[in-house]
């Protein structure tokens, strides 16, 4: 059985090891307040794991059916990791419809390694005649624009600083959307940002989806939200 990823490690791990800590003062010193503490701790990690495990495969599968793909749609996974959302659309289309993902950020082997692994996940679902993964440049895309009927970016673009690039960087996404192609973004961060970008760029219907428990990263403040944007 194949296990699990985690998204960001070392922050489920930082908050397990504060649990120990707090579980060891309490034992030591006898006070009620470390239990609660304790307690807390615990509840912050099962929400990011759940939000990790189970709550992005959700919040994923419901943002894909807010495109409205037709199968032979041409469609943007912009920010692609592993290549599992890359599948899900893919699976999602028949010839002619292709999925396009974009590893983004700097080249280096672990980016390298990473590219790798969404080619291979590619294979393992037999969608490699269907969809295509490359390395690009998120401020200077290399597609024509008007290309895409749809455009998905997962917890890419709160990455992308400073907020002259983030812009930069969603006014590369809406060149290359069609007139009637729908944007989403799924992020935590800068909606208010993205929203005002996208209306000076000619969108007039956006709007912004709440998540839920299944996107807290641990916290209520850390919140998924899914934006949707389209021109008309």
Partial sequence: MKSKRVDAPLVPLAI?????????????WHQWLFWLVTVL???????????SWRG??????ETITYLHLSSDAQVLDLGTDQ???????????????HATGVKVGRKSAQSHNSLA?????LQAAAM??????????ILNLPFKDHQFDGILIWMTLHQVKP??????????????????????????????????????????????HQCGVNGWW???WLSTKILLAKRF
């Avoid at 890359?86 to 699976?91: D, G, I, S, T």
Wanted: net charge positive.
């Fill in 163 to 208: 907020t002259i690039n983030r812009a930069r960087a969603v006014q590369e996404a809406a060149r290359t959307l069609k007139s009637d192609g729908t944007l989403a973004i799924i992020d935590f961060r800068h909606f208010d940002e993205y929203q005002k970008i996208l209306a000076g760029l000619g969108f007039h219907d956006i709007t912004v």
């Fill in 218 to 220: 641990g916290v209520p």
């Fill in 83 to 97: 290549g599992k959302v890359l599948v899900k659309l893919a699976k999602r289309l028949t010839i002619p419809g």
């Fill in 128 to 137: 490699a005649d269907r969809a295509s993964v490359q390395a690009a440049d």
């Fill in 16 to 28: 397990a090891l504060a649990a120990m800590l707090s579980i060891g003062a309490a034992v030591v």
């Fill in 41 to 51: 701790l615990l509840i912050c990690l099962g929400l990011y794991l759940n939000a």
């Fill in 56 to 61: 992005k495969e959700q919040i994923i599968d």
């Fill in 117 to 121: 692994r969404a080619k291979d996940s």
